[in-house]
């Protein structure tokens, strides 16, 4: 079956980086496109990135919010999807999922919680 596992989440100084790790399996990794998306307390889930497939290029986007300060990329070879999260903002605070749609369902990981403080 198809899961997603988040990891690297944590604290860390308004300014400062993180990388997000998602490991999947379940599925045929590389003919999917991944996303992260995010949720804060009280607010909806929010689309961050979105990386193509393989045979699609590989192509990116993001939020606007997020443009020029985090970078989404995948390990076809290990089954990986990485967010590099740099300049990081109090407003970044929240829980980071993972997702991908396989067989016209989406799936989700378990999320991991970042929080930009001092």
């Known amino acids: 079956q198809v899961q997603l596992v988040e990891s690297g989440g944590g604290l860390v100084q308004p300014g400062g980086s993180l990388r997000l790790s998602c490991a999947a399996s379940g599925f045929t990794f590389s003919s999917a496109a991944m996303r992260w998306y995010r949720q804060a307390p009280g607010k909806e889930r929010e689309l961050v990135a979105e990386i193509s497939s393989r045979t699609s290029g590989g192509l990116t986007s993001y939020s606007n919010s997020v443009k020029g300060r985090f970078t989404i990329s995948r390990d076809n070879a290990k089954n990986m999807v990485y967010l590099q999260m740099n300049s990081l903002k109090a407003e970044d605070t929240a829980a980071y999922y993972c997702?991908?749609?396989?067989?016209?369902?989406?799936?989700w990981g378990q999320g991991t919680q970042v929080t930009v403080s001092f």
């Open positions: 997702n991908t749609q396989s067989s016209g369902r989406f799936y």
